[in-house]
């Protein structure tokens, strides 16, 4: 992974999708953020608003993610949203939404990997969206959660498997792993 093309996507690590069951992959999500950051590598910030009347409202009665608490980052990664590459509110799941797609192309990105909760919506969404666009997504399956729990986060992998394919589903050890040994051969 070429730290001048590949972008570390954090998606929606906010206060309103944190419980038992997606808070262990916070610290982990840390670790490759400040990884990023030290190999000079871009790092994005997606953050999800749940608008009124937006479909999660209208069709599925859903409700969250509509206050300036819930919608806030978290505390761990609060210190490093100044210097991220951009932050990108969306109302969709997907962070290729209302053109941040055209966005991360035309900083000269390729490879997307993609960090954050929930694994079985937001971050499988723009995976797909990022490899229709012409993208390499990579999945950091350690660094991703599901707030309903480990089953949506192991189905969203196996549909991950079968559709962005096996190789792009990684550790991020070896995410990190591969930034710095490319980071190393341009240095």
């Known amino acids: 992974m070429d730290p001048r093309t590949t972008a570390l996507i954090v998606i929606d690590v906010q206060q309103g999708f944190i419980n038992a069951h997606s808070a262990g992959a916070v610290p982990v999500i840390v670790r490759m953020v400040e990884a990023w950051k030290s190999a000079g590598a871009p790092v994005v910030f997606a953050r999800f608003q749940n608008l009124p009347n937006s479909p999660y409202e209208k069709i599925s009665g859903w409700t969250r993610l509509r206050t300036p608490e819930e919608q806030a980052i978290v505390a761990e990664l609060q210190p490093h949203i100044g210097d991220a590459a951009a932050v990108v509110d969306k109302g969709t799941s997907s962070v290729f939404a209302n053109g941040a797609g055209r966005a991360l192309a035309e900083a000269g ?79």
């Open 109 to 187: 990105w390729t490879d997307l990997v993609f960090v954050g909760i929930d694994t079985d919506s937001c971050v499988y969404d723009s995976a797909i969206d990022a490899y229709h666009s012409g993208f390499r997504p990579w999945i950091a399956v350690d660094a991703c959660a599901s707030s309903g729990g480990d089953e949506y986060h192991s189905a969203a992998l196996l549909l991950a498997r079968r559709n962005i394919g096996s190789a792009q589903l990684i550790t991020s050890h070896d995410a990190i792993a591969r930034l710095t040994s490319t980071e190393r051969a341009y240095s």
